[in-house]
């Protein structure tokens, strides 16, 4: 998909997500907001799958480690047609089926379930492993959170990863440099990932998070990889899209009010208004 | 049948062995361990089945997880540590990652209860019942004996979705193949001893010992039936219920908590669909200590001729009103 393509597609989810968490009065739009260009890619242009068959065993894999951006994993989901955008609307609500983190009981397209950090990326490791007996020839991917990173059974993940020399799989970590009570950096500081991953045994690539171009580059490159697991360290900015919720923690786990719902809405729409008019 | 002529064997040894056994017939079958082969008796599949064979070192939450993401690819994932750490240290895990997507992964917990001995309170899990019943959708089943063991390794292969298997470390009788009658099924009671003065349900190793309460108590004249439950959740409600109705009380027996185990899934059934005096055996609000497995289970009382006092104790009680 050309990179125009892919920018529109990840535009529509903004407006989408924000919509939805608005809606439902909670929920995570910060970081949805910083890691949805990177699902865009791999849902519309990396990853070997169908809408119409999300059981089959030859598809590629994705987790969202990070459960709590379920938002704009749902919204790219609805966009790439494994359910009609509407169900949306019931994001959070009693009334519908969409959870507040990713449910693969009851949302199509969803691979695992997660939410509780860190568990996300043992499950890939299992779907990555399990190739080996099965095998089959798909790929793996999972998001973390540089949050996230501070859990243990990340690292735990890591180590099985490269025991195993698992080139069939990919993590990406959305490093937007924030988490719930502030700066990575404070809370608990977890650089330098680069060299931190290396010692782990995994193969590191770097990309703009926001750069539909550098994103796709990037999971050529893990693709090509094959004396083990790869890791992407995405540089990104949490609330991307929403300039009051840009590089802001507040907006970790909190819904726009009203008045800022219209100011989102109008600047995410204008911004597409801006792709589509592109010649 | 004399003691001497009855055989020995832990349930963690009829374990291992059931992998090899059924690894040809299941090849979705895949076994996760946790850096404890030798002791879980995961060692003998790591030797016959490598390439089926994943030891994911002494990080249980990882190996817990991976094992969810591979049922998720249709392999039957076997996962296994001392159940202080399936149950305990990857609880959360189990709970998030297995039973709420309901997942068909068999999470086996061995070095279960007090009877661990020698390693003390650490290692000794007597909670792990109560914590993995508690998870919507989990089977749990703890078997008595070698026998029991390996056919509640085949049912669990084929069985779809969550499970909890505990295993001992000690030797045990191993009675049940050999009682006339005696078949295995999951969520089924199996009754080994009729009797109609009191009703003796137990589980795992203590179910040997419920069989030998009976006896003695035969030699005094009272009447106890024995019902083995290896399968805690779901509960056999039926073969309960018609023993509270046939019996004057319920006793439960565990090398266990009192709290939430058996004992809770047998009080928490009676309470409310058939009111009659329910005591627990087991161990009391307590943590274990070391000792050899033998002294140990004295120590707590968890005999034979402990339960069959404290049946005698019970229908004394009732009859003085």
């Not at chain 1, 180590?159 to 988490?179: F, H, T």
Request: glycine share 10%; net charge negative; with cysteine.
């Amino acid at each position: 998909m050309t990179e125009k393509e892919l920018k529109i597609n990840a535009a529509k989810a903004r407006i989408l997500l924000v919509d939805a968490v608005h809606r439902a009065r909670s929920g995570h739009p910060g970081g949805s907001l910083s890691c949805v260009d990177a699902l865009t890619v791999l849902y519309f242009d990396t990853m070997n799958i169908d809408p119409a068959k999300p059981d089959d065993p030859d598809r590629d894999r994705f987790v969202l480690s990070k459960g709590h951006c379920a938002p704009a994993l749902y919204s790219v989901l609805a966009l790439r047609g494994y359910f009609p955008e509407d169900d949306m609307k019931l994001l959070r609500s009693i009334k519908g089926h969409m959870s507040g983190h990713p449910d693969m009981v009851h949302v199509k397209g969803v691979d695992m379930s997660t939410g509780s950090l860190g568990q996300g990326i043992s499950a890939a490791v299992g779907m990555a492993l399990a190739a080996s007996v099965t095998g089959r020839s798909y790929r793996t991917y999972s998001l973390l959170g540089d949050g996230e990173l501070d859990e243990g059974q990340v690292w735990e993940a890591m180590m099985a990863g490269a025991k195993w020399k698992l080139s069939n799989l990919c993590a990406l970590v959305d490093v937007n440099g924030l988490q719930i009570d502030g700066n990575t950096a404070d809370v608990m500081p977890t650089e330098p990932l680069d060299a931190k991953f290396e010692a782990f045994g995994w193969h590191v690539l770097k990309a703009d998070g926001h750069d539909m171009g550098s994103i796709k580059d990037a999971l050529a490159a893990a693709a090509e990889y094959k004396d083990g697991p790869s890791v992407i360290l995405l540089r990104t900015v949490k609330g991307k899209g929403v300039s009051f919720m840009e590089n802001n923690a507040g907006w970790h786990g909190k819904a726009p009010d009203d008045e800022q719902y219209e100011q989102a809405m109008s600047e995410l729409k204008a911004h597409l208004a801006g792709l589509e008019a592109e010649g | 049948m004399t003691a001497q002529e009855v055989q020995k064997k832990a349930t963690r040894a009829a374990y291992g062995e059931a992998l090899v056994e059924l690894a040809e017939k299941y090849p979705e079958l895949v076994v996760l361990e946790a850096d404890l082969s030798g002791a879980t008796m995961t060692k003998g599949f790591a030797k016959e089945y490598p390439d089926r064979f994943f030891d994911c070192g002494i990080a249980e939450a990882n190996m817990t997880v991976i094992a969810a993401g591979m049922s998720t690819c249709g392999l039957k994932p076997f996962t296994n540590t001392f159940a202080v750490f399936a149950a305990g240290r990857s609880y959360e895990q189990v709970r998030n990652s297995i039973a709420y997507p309901g997942l068909n992964v068999v999470v086996v917990g061995s070095h279960g209860g007090i009877s661990v001995g020698e390693d003390g309170a650490t290692h000794q899990m007597l909670e792990d019942l109560t914590l993995m019943r508690v998870l919507p959708g989990m089977t749990v089943v703890n078997p008595c004996d070698a026998n029991e063991m390996k056919l509640a390794v085949e049912a669990l292969i084929k069985h779809k979705g969550p499970a909890y298997l505990r295993l001992g470390r000690s030797a045990v009788p191993d009675i049940t193949g050999s009682i006339p009658g005696y078949s295995f099924e999951l969520g089924k009671g199996v009754q080994l001893r009729d009797g109609n003065d009191i009703t003796i349900a137990a589980t795992g190793m203590t179910v040997q010992m419920a069989v030998e309460a009976s006896d003695i108590l035969k030699e005094s004249g009272v009447s106890a039936r024995v019902i083995d439950i290896h399968t805690i959740k779901p509960l056999d409600e039926e073969i309960i219920l018609k023993a509270a109705g046939e019996t004057k009380a319920v006793l439960t027996v565990e090398e266990h908590s009192v709290i939430g185990g058996l004992g809770g899934a047998v009080a928490e059934l009676l309470s409310e669909k058939h009111p009659v005096p329910v005591f627990r055996h087991g161990i009391e609000d307590t943590f274990g200590r070391s000792g050899s497995a033998a002294d140990v289970l004295e120590y707590y009382g968890i005999t034979a001729r402990a339960i069959a006092e404290k049946a005698r104790g019970i229908l004394e009680g009732l009859k003085q009103g």
